[in-house]
């Protein structure tokens, strides 16, 4: 960061495309996410929206050439180039993409990407014929290899009635981009280089074809966890259970459904040798008994009463846990009693790095809550006292979590 203010700085580079007018609904997306936007437009930009709309906006003059004396005399693009926190290119052509990768500086885009020293991202869109040509893609290619981040173009049914991969993200999906590479210039890197799996949510248990055995879990705990590994530097996977949540960000997810199901996901992945597990972090609450057999079809409502035959479902914490003891172990413990009591006992029979133990039986802090407040218990050769993390959002939670986590991870 080159100031001390607090809203992030960012530039919106805009080039010439159809896909200018998303421009507008990303520079007020940015707005609304409480960023200072400036905005660059080329000439080819303004022959699709127009400066005025985009001035409208963000509320700031747009700049829109090189060798404007008005300009210079207050911020010029040197002045431009050093104000920037980011620079996004949203969309960015493929003359852009030529120009910059070979170095030009014909225009204020291009000179103040050349003067800066802040991260640039650019979103390229295109039509798909274009967007596969291999010179295109050389430029492409050339532009990373100076540290440019590629914001990848979607594929689907374009301007012109072609369809392919040429298409620019919607504006939420550019603002998840810049916000994801702001934390990660932002926040310590304290689990960088590692690969952390979370599992999350409810598992369903089949009793028929259309009844389950469940629980009240959302969810919200593991993906504010999978998010915060994710902003600490971490390759993330999430294997997830029934939930309503959105993805995060450059998380990769993995649904599932029963206890065998997540068991079974977990089990792959940490024996997989292409890409090492370095933490095994376990919030989903998994259903402790399923039906011996689920009925193959729906159970009639036909009798007053009805016994299921259930048997315990495995324990997938201790079995990952026993299986891989170079793993960095974290479990949960929903407890409504005896919280600590029962917390301590998981925590040294499931071979534990680390439990976090929350009273569920609270309203305030218990399951479907957007907060949460955990005792967090540490195995007994870190030496180290129980943490006590006072309510606050699962968000805050898991942040604080994973900054105990990345103190005694090796």
Known sequence: MTHQSTKVRIILGITGGIAAYKAAFFARLLIKADFEVRVIMTQGAQAFITPLTLQALTGNKVHTELLDAEAELGMGHIELAKWADFI??????????????????????????????????????????????KAVQANVQRLQSYGYHLIAPNSGEQACGDVGAGR???????????????????????????????????????????????NHSTGKMGFALARACRDAGATVTLIAGHVYLNTPFAV????????????????????????????????????????????????KKIQEQMTLDLVKNPDILATISADNPDIFMVGFAAETQDVEKYAHGKLVAKKLDIIACNDVSRSDIGFASDDNAMTVFFADHYQHQPVPLSKASKDKIAEQLVALIAQHVS
């Open 168 to 214: 620019l993200p919607e504006p939420d999906e550019l603002l998840a981009h810049i916000e994801y590479h702001i934390k990660r210039h932002t926040i310590p890197q304290t689990l960088a280089g590692k690969h952390v799996v979370i599992t999350a949510g409810a598992t369903l248990e089949a009793i028929d074809p259309v009844r389950y055995l469940s």
């Open 88 to 133: 996004i290119i949203a969309p960015a052509s493929a003359n852009t993409l030529a120009r910059l990768a070979s170095g030009c500086a014909d225009d204020l885009l291009t000179t103040v990407c050349l003067a800066t020293t802040a991260p640039i991202l650019f979103a390229p869109a295109m039509n798909q014929q274009m967007w596969a040509n």
């Open 252 to 299: 990769n997810r993995i649904d599932v459904s029963s206890a065998n199901n997540m068991l079974e996901v977990a089990e792959t992945l940490t024996s997989d040798p292409q890409l090492p597990v370095d933490i095994f972090i376990a919030t989903a609450a998994v259903a402790d008994y399923r039906t011996r057999e689920a009925a193959p079809q729906k159970i």
